[in-house]
């Protein structure tokens, strides 16, 4: 089962979100197990939910096996099957959904029992980057969302522009602000559509929203069980069916309970915690506004404050020749209103440089948008980046702005735009060059006040001589030109940010500071780093959550960084996992023998094995050891 080991610390890295993970983790516990079943459940109270199966039926996971499991905190046996809880107390996850892992196989409790330890560690990482990155996200969206708030201090304005924001930010069917009349008792909730005078006014203990206003705490109602809890009578009224809530107190700077905000039926199943995050975030900012609809000072100083906080993320860590003339370079470019290309390989921080010159810039109070070109389809790219009208299509229910309008004032960052179809070339060059874009199934020309800045690791040169990118676009586009240095050629930069991440990531982990060993900081400097500085920052985030020892040792990295300076090798192979560990093994010592120039001894040291225990090894793997002294 060790062999799980660097499989898992992979895909942590590299899955994109939490289902992806349990596809692929699901197909490795069966084979490392030789498990006849495999299911993993996740208790969203008061409802079980099934993430992913291999072997059994929907109705045959023994769900009751699961509760015990997660009621007691340990692992659970019962006629073959074993239940194990992910997440245990040693990690603290916000929210209220938990994981366990369900497994028919002849194994051992101790051996699963170490099985879920480990799938928990990896887990752990994918969570934590999944919500980092979420709350990126959501940062940038209140950012954008607060803007609008600042064009009107008319309350009935606001309160349509807030709930359509609310609706926009968490997919939600419609919302309300209810507000509450304290001294009469009473809440009036506005936009309520389905309502004739467009305000509804209700008793202020009844239903969801009387909760959340007498008790300050956020409800989410979803499932049969909470759904009895819906005032059915308020649905009559506006002869709108309610499925799920999501309500959250608006309470005042000063603390002072103001009334609550509501959004109604995800459009995607139920409200999550991160959800709830969002809109209690949004709330705050919210009830500032309302507060004061004439002055808007408070309003303005948290979005200041917002707009710090998300600057300070986009820190160009380094002190290499190479690094400070791209620091001096975006310091020069960025008070200026030029175009921007950013050149570089995979992972050299085209984003992170994006994000520099957007908050250096007179633009940092407006949104930053990043869109990925490779990620859209051509018949999606105009509707993306330019919005639509109701109708324009089959699936335009309603109107919806594009890209270039949600980044009005601010900066839209075009992600690899080598990949963007001739067709999107031509209608992207159109609204560079006209400064307006028109949505789709509309007449009516919207001016575009946006800096552009794109990224590409392509040579757009030679696309341009292949016909494949347009000569027009490209000169448009290559107003200035940017190339970021890969990271194997910026010196002790490794050093320096292999500090600042691990630093960061332990302070998230709640643990202190790791240092690194002398043979430790050899092997991060010997690593070419094929994935630059994104495959450094994944690293560091497994060692601060991963490591069980008081600094980081050589042995720690032996799985992560491959003697070759690329994993790819390990995992395009046809080779069975009992011959690629012995090759990968062979390899490595190899290498290390090579690096210590044939000194067993200090290439024993390296690998953190005794001197007689390497040779053991070596005549074990069929390695010629006659010639080594």
Known sequence: ???????????????????????LVADLIQQSLHAESVAVVQATPPEWSLVCTRGVGRGQVPLELAAESLANGFTAGERGWFAGPLLGESRSFEGNSSYVLLVRSPCKEAQFASLCNRVSDALAIVLNRVRAEARADRLQTILAI??????????????????????????????????????NKTIVGRPALGVASGELRLPDHVGIVGQVIQTGEPRRVSGELDAREIDRAVDRQTGYRTRTILCVPLVSPRGER??????????????????????VELASYAAVALQNTQQLTDLLER???????????????????AIQAVRATVRR??????????????????????????????????????????????????????GHEKGAFTDAHEARPGKFELAEGGTL?????????????????RVLEEKTIVRVGGSRPIH??????????????????????????????????????????????????????????????GRRALPFSGMARKRLEAHAWPGNVRELRNLMERLAYLTSGERIEAEDLAFILSPSGSSEEWFSSSLDLNDATHAFQR??????????????SQAAASLGVHRSNLYRKMKQLGMETSELA
């Open 1 to 23: 089962m060790t062999d799980m080991v660097p499989n898992l610390l992979r895909l942590s890295s590299e899955v994109p979100g939490v289902t992806e993970f349990w596809e």
């Open 587 to 600: 390899k490595y010592i190899q290498r290390a023998i090579e690096l210590a120039r044939g000194n067993v």
């Open 413 to 429: 960052f075009l992600d690899e735009i080598g990949d963007m179809s001739l067709a999107g070339q031509a209608k992207l060059l």
């Open 146 to 183: 607060t803007h609008e708030w600042h064009q009107t201090n008319e309350m009935t304005t606001l309160l349509m522009r807030m709930a359509e924001a609310a609706t926009r930010l968490l997919e939600a069917e419609r919302a309300s602000i209810f507000l509450w009349d304290r001294p």
């Open 303 to 321: 979005h200041e404050r917002m707009v710090s906080e998300a600057a300070r993320g986009t820190e160009l860590v380094g002190e290499s020749p």
């Open 333 to 386: 470019i960025a008070e200026t209103d030029l175009t921007v290309l950013l050149l570089g390989e995979n992972g050299t921080g085209k984003e992170v440089v994006a994000r520099s010159i957007h908050f250096g810039s007179r633009r940092r109070k407006h949104p930053f948008l990043a869109v990925n070109c490779a990620a859209l389809a051509e018949t999606l790219l105009e509707s993306e980046l330019f």
């Open 448 to 509: 575009a006040d946006v800096r552009i800045i794109a990224a590409t690791n392509q040579k757009l040169a030679e696309l341009v001589r292949a016909k494949r990118f347009r000569e027009d676009l490209y000169f448009r586009l290559n107003v200035v030109s940017l190339e970021l240095p890969p990271l194997r050629e910026r010196g002790d930069d490794v050093r320096l940010l292999a500090d600042h991440f691990l630093n960061h990531f332990c302070r998230r982990a």
């Open 258 to 279: 103001l009334g609550a905000f509501e959004v109604l039926n995800k459009k995607t199943g139920a409200f999550s915690y991160e959800d709830q995050r969002a809109l």
